[in-house]
């Protein structure tokens, strides 16, 4: 039988250790330390710290980015875990040079870095633009919604918040009633205990929500209507996910399509994309113009976004700054022809009996002007000429003593329990006097091949970069607070991922 050297991984051992050879040349972590060192620009930090004549020394901002940095690149975002990275993990003590900062450091430091984040972002873009990996041609727009450090159960308007408080109150109020009954004729310890703590518990939670009362205002949409409010972080919304609803913020990245670098990032407490674009087109703006003096790195390139973006202040912006825009609207994949044999597509071959009606299954005469229902009733005309978003229609709608007794109820209706009768509009062309708007021209020059092509290569430009970050560095959630914070999380997340691209294609960056 063969005899084998005896092996124990669990053994320790002293070993002499020079920090700057645990950085090995060609890792993530040498191109860190070199472009921190050698490229960023640390005076910024300056007039953080007044010590110079009094006061204990304060920990160098370089190494603070660098254990950051590196933490967030590993998925780790606690600052107690980081700070127990620098006391255990090698790599972490060389980058830190055995400073060993405290978590209360560490976290102060994010907390307070959104006066300097923006040069630091700015300074790695620039060795970005250096090694050649910003083309400048194309640029795709995109946006991930993540949950933020706050609970969806805690949202609402302050009617509802009025309307939780009461609840709370009156269930404070029976459990006090219950106390004081049982009370006269002996409980157990351990149930009056429970008892005890679940009124601590909800006379917080009273309080929690009088005094966001008392300091709070509802928030008002561009639209004017009163959006919903966050107790432990109001400038978060709730917004829907394709994983559900969560409480959160909207990630925006512009990426350049060369070599996908980001290089323009914010992050904003809205689920809707429409007011998005222009805010974080006009930082791009600003970041270039402060590396480079350049006017506007975006006049002549070509741009892309989805759907979501798709609005007339948009669409109006770009034509305005010289932006060759190709944004998708919500009809666009129905309009393409390379679709057109897809099942999804062609909602008359879905095989699906119980389907609800649309209005090619209604029987219509324009020269009649009468509309037929599929139960074979008769609607009445309520619109001989509607105009719906630049198309001019005929609405018809069914009467009440028709539409309550139908057997199709469920398949003619979407809410047959709220909706009373049906109404359906026949569309018979744009209308004539209306000229055509900047969504109008959008869609006829994205429905080109040349406009499909260019809006075809958004997906293969900015997706990669939410699932490098996202799922390869670990960014499920943001673990701060307020859109300030969160936009330092994510800046400092994109930061990652732009000197991961300069570790792979631009080791030139690097000094001897």
């Not at 949202?155 to 009461?166: I, L, N, P, W, Y």
């Amino acid at each position: 039988m063969a005899r084998y050297k005896h092996y124990d991984y669990s053994q320790a051992r002293l070993l002499p250790v020079r920090f700057e050879e645990q950085i090995l040349p060609g890792t993530f972590e040498h191109t860190l330390a070199s472009v921190i060192d050698g490229r960023i620009d640390l005076s910024v930090f300056e007039a953080r710290y007044r010590n110079d004549a009094v006061g204990a020394p304060a920990y160098d901002p370089g190494i603070l980015l660098k254990v950051i940095l590196f933490a967030y690149s590993k998925g780790v975002t606690s600052s107690r875990e980081i700070e127990r990275l620098c006391r255990e993990n090698v790599v972490f003590m060389a980058l830190s040079a055995d400073s060993r900062p405290h978590f209360t450091t560490i976290a102060g430091f994010i907390a307070r870095l959104d006066a300097e984040i923006v040069s630091v972002f700015r300074d790695v873009l620039l060795v970005c633009d250096e090694l050649g990996l910003i083309g400048r041609e194309m640029f795709a727009v995109d946006g991930v919604k993540l949950p933020s450090n706050a609970s969806k159960e805690w949202s609402g308007t302050r009617a509802d918040f009025e309307k939780k408080a009461q609840k709370m109150e009156r269930a404070v109020e029976r459990l006090m009633r219950r106390h004081r009954e049982v009370d006269q004729k002996g409980e157990d310890a351990g149930v009056r205990a429970a008892r005890e703590r679940q009124i601590r518990t909800l006379e917080t939670a009273v309080e929690k929500i009088r005094g966001f009362l008392r300091r709070g205002e509802d928030r008002v949409g561009p639209s004017g209507r009163v959006k919903k409010s966050n107790l432990s972080d109001p400038e978060s919304a709730k917004m829907k996910t394709s994983k559900g609803v969560i409480q959160g913020y909207t990630a925006v990245a512009v990426v350049d399509a060369k070599n996908q670098v980001v290089v323009g990032a914010e992050a904003f407490g809205e689920g809707q994309e429409h007011a998005l674009l222009i805010p974080v087109l006009e930082r791009t703006r600003a970041t270039f113009r402060e590396i480079k003096g350049e006017g506007d790195i975006l006049r002549g390139a070509i741009l892309t976004a989805d759907a979501g973006f798709c609005a007339e202040a948009n669409l109006e912006h770009l034509e305005r700054s010289e932006v060759d825009g190709y944004v998708a609207d919500t009809l666009f994949r129905k309009r393409d022809p390379r679709f057109a044999e897809a099942k999804r597509h062609r909602p008359e071959e879905r095989a699906d009996p119980d389907r609800r009606f649309r209005p090619a299954d209604f029987v219509f005469d324009e020269t009649a002007r009468s509309c037929i229902c599929p139960a074979g009733k008769q609607l009445y005309a309520n619109g001989a000429n509607v105009v719906i978003r630049g198309l001019r229609g005929m609405k018809f709608r069914g009467a009440k003593r028709d539409c309550s007794p139908c057997q199709l109820r469920q398949r003619c209706l979407k809410d047959p329990q709220r909706t009373a009768v049906r109404q359906v509009v026949f569309f018979l062309g744009r209308e004539k006097a209306r000229p055509e708007n900047c969504s109008a021209r959008m869609k006829r020059k994205i429905d080109t091949e040349y406009g499909r092509y260019q809006y075809g290569r958004r997906l293969g430009t900015v997706e990669p970069v939410f699932a490098n970050i996202c799922h390869a560095h670990g960014l499920r959630r943001f673990g701060l607070r307020t859109k300030r914070k969160v936009d330092i999380q994510w800046l400092l997340y994109c930061m990652v991922h732009n000197l991961g691209k300069v570790s792979r294609y631009g080791r030139a960056a690097q000094p001897e």
